[in-house]
């Protein structure tokens, strides 16, 4: 009988995927317009790139808390890394530096080689909580009834996702992209 037996169906089977990347590295961390992604475990070369073992696409809300409070989440994609620059109607998260993509690549360099996953945990409303330890959690929100919130998967393979859509699993069983 598995220890996640008498949780929630849905918390139970976010455990259970998330299970699969405890040990795992995170190896890197990458951005698609707001799509955030988080790849664990070994990075393999693939077409234009290199994915790693699992891929995590976040689109709900999300942050990483340390032992001295948040290192940054999805709300700091849209501001400017000088927090004293002129507000500009003009200014575009894609074009100009943000204040996510630099907190992360901080975070990151800071840490390099130590945010290993050391255990998960996950709500009934397709919320999760991955801990590397070091006092480093990434936490997921899903924050509506429609749309896909997150997912777990092993990128360029034909094993199923985990999918949270509207904080529910939707499907398992869409192929690796």
């Keep these: 009988m598995s220890q996640h037996a008498n949780l929630p169906p849905t918390r139970q089977q976010v455990i259970a995927a998330l299970s ?17 992604t988080f790849q664990f475990g070994q990075l393999r070369p693939v077409d234009c790139g290199s994915v790693g073992d699992f891929a995590l696409h976040v689109q709900c809300p999300w942050r990483i808390e340390g032992l001295d409070g948040m290192v940054t989440g999805r709300s700091d994609l849209w501001e400017p890394v000088d927090e004293n620059a002129p507000g500009d109607e003009n200014w575009d998260y894609e074009k100009s530096p943000n204040l996510q993509d630099a907190r992360l690549e901080r975070w990151l360099t800071q840490h390099q080689g130590s945010l290993v996953v050391e255990s998960v945990d996950a709500d009934e409303c397709g919320g999760a909580a991955i801990n590397f330890g070091h006092g480093f959690v990434l936490r997921l929100f899903p924050a509506g009834t429609r749309g896909e919130d997150w997912r777990l998967f092993r990128p360029k393979t034909d094993a199923p996702h ?9 499907s398992d069983g869409e192929p690796g992209a």
Excluded: H
């Design 162 to 170: 985990l999918v949270i859509r509207g904080g529910r699993v939707e």
């Design 20 to 36: 699969r990347i405890i040990g795992l590295p995170l190896s890197a961390v990458r951005r698609a317009a707001d799509l955030r």
